[in-house]
């Protein structure tokens, strides 16, 4: 078992705190979205 829930807002936090330099992208099947455009 987990210590903490896998919850969302604490992935959110957690990969702001560690990778707030980082692009984000997000993928479908029919196209790649960057920087939620």
């Given amino acids: ?3 903490v829930p896998l919850l969302i807002p604490l992935m959110v936090e ?9 692009e984000v992208v997000s993928r479908t099947a029919s196209r790649i979205n ?4």
Wanted: proline share 0%; glycine share 6%.
């Fill in 1 to 3: 078992m987990m210590d």
């Fill in 14 to 22: 957690r990969a702001e705190k560690y990778f707030s330099k980082k």
């Fill in 34 to 37: 960057e920087n939620g455009d």
